[in-house]
């Protein structure tokens, strides 16, 4: 039988939200071109909320508060069906002044955020912000999406649409054809090939992020965050510093420069770190969108095609809201967010091409 909904991209975008929409009696089949959440979502720091809530928009706030509100749970639910424990940790968030600076309160009416914050000396203390594993993170996922009986195609190299005037007939990968009654496309930075006849008129495109690890048990044990660089710990005592913002295309190398540039912030916010080995360096690519607005929406004309991708510096933390809201359109019922920024609008020169 064929499947309700192919999902283009297994990263946590694809996963959680086949996981939702099986959820509800779908049947659901992912694509993952390689191997399942080994993009972006491998790649980034796990921290569970924008990094200063102040500084974004209601339409980012509002998807991550409402993830904020049910991460744990949501966690606690796969857990369920998955051995892998992603490490969800509310181990809160401290700023720092950056050099020579004073921290200064945020006005908390412009906050849009559900995390507390209290000022202690010259720095601001975020106690509720969590984080989760990423690589843990997409096993939890990986796992629950087998045991729930979702199916799960890996390694099928780049899938592509094919589209007959307003409806989605097909998929085809360089080997095979894939048929469902809907196609969601998840594909992170890459959101805007599958259906290259079908763009958004918000541009998804590829933003690098680089990330040096550590390992120096008993140092940190709260996120530190100042001037644009955050430091991670994780449980077992490795430390994240991350990341850069870089719009270099597809290239997913790490350069000398950030290197150099993340060890002097890491050992600045965190002196007990310098004589730390760096045991890793790598780089991934954010799916980055105008003002961190991803789209969740159908296609404006297209029937059968939707997408929930570009969620840029947060896809982590809005993967569950992100995954009930496209749930909530698919099946066109009322969601209690307000889907409005999300919608997928076409650039008016390309509304009648299909290729
Ligand atoms: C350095 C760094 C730090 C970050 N820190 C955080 C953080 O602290 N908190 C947070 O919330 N977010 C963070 N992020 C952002 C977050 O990682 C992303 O927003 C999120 O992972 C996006 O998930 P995704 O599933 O949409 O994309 P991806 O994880 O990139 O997954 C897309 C998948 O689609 C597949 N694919 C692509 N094209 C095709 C095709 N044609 N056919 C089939 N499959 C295809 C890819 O192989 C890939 O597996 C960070 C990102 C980076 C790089």
Avoid at 49 to 58: D, G, K, N, Q, V
Avoid at 152 to 160: M, N
Avoid at 215 to 244: M, V
Wanted: with cysteine; aromatic share 6%; net charge negative.
């Amino acid at each position: 039988m064929l499947p309700d909904i192919l999902v283009l991209g297994g990263g946590i975008s694809g996963l959680a939200s086949a996981l939702r929409l099986q959820q509800e009696g779908l049947r659901v089949t992912i694509v993952e071109r390689n191997q399942t959440g080994r993009e972006s979502s491998w790649a980034g720091g796990g921290i569970l909320s924008p990094l200063l809530p102040w500084h974004y928009t209601e339409p980012v706030n509002q998807l991550c508060d409402a993830s904020g509100r049910q991460y744990g749970e949501w966690l606690a639910a796969l857990r369920e069906d998955a051995e892998t424990d992603p490490e969800f940790w509310p181990c809160g968030m401290r700023i720092l002044p950056a050099a020579d600076h004073t921290v200064t309160m945020p006005d908390q009416t412009a906050c849009g955020s559900i995390h507390r914050i209290e000022q202690q000396n010259n720095t601001l203390l975020m106690p509720d912000i969590a984080q989760a594993r990423n690589s843990r993170l997409i096993r939890t996922l990986r796992e629950a999406v087998l045991k729930r009986g979702i199916q799960l195609i890996e390694g099928s190299g780049d899938v592509r649409l094919v589209a007959d005037q307003n409806r989605i007939t097909h998929a085809v990968s360089a080997t095979e054809q894939y048929q469902a009654g809907h196609y969601l496309i998840t594909a992170g930075a890459w959101s805007n090939q599958p259906a290259s006849f079908a763009p958004t008129s918000r541009k998804i495109e590829p933003v690098r992020g680089q990330m040096l690890l550590f390992y120096q048990p008993g140092l940190l044990n709260e996120i530190l965050f100042s001037a644009g660089t955050y430091l991670i710990p994780r449980r077992d005592g490795h430390i994240l510093a991350g990341s850069t913002l870089e719009y270099v295309g597809f290239d997913k190398s790490t350069t000398a420069t950030a290197f150099n540039q993340l060890l002097a912030q890491a050992t600045s916010m965190l002196p007990a770190l310098a004589g730390s080995p760096v045991i890793q360096h790598w780089s991934g690519l954010r799916p980055g969108s105008p003002d961190n607005i991803p789209t969740i929406s159908r296609h404006p004309s297209i029937q059968n095609l939707s997408m929930n991708a570009g969620h840029f510096r947060y896809g982590v933390t809005m993967a569950p809201a992100a995954a009930e809201l496209i749930t909530d359109l698919l099946l066109g019922r009322q969601s209690s967010l307000d889907a409005t920024a999300y919608q997928w609008i076409s650039p008016p020169d390309t509304a009648n091409s299909r290729t």
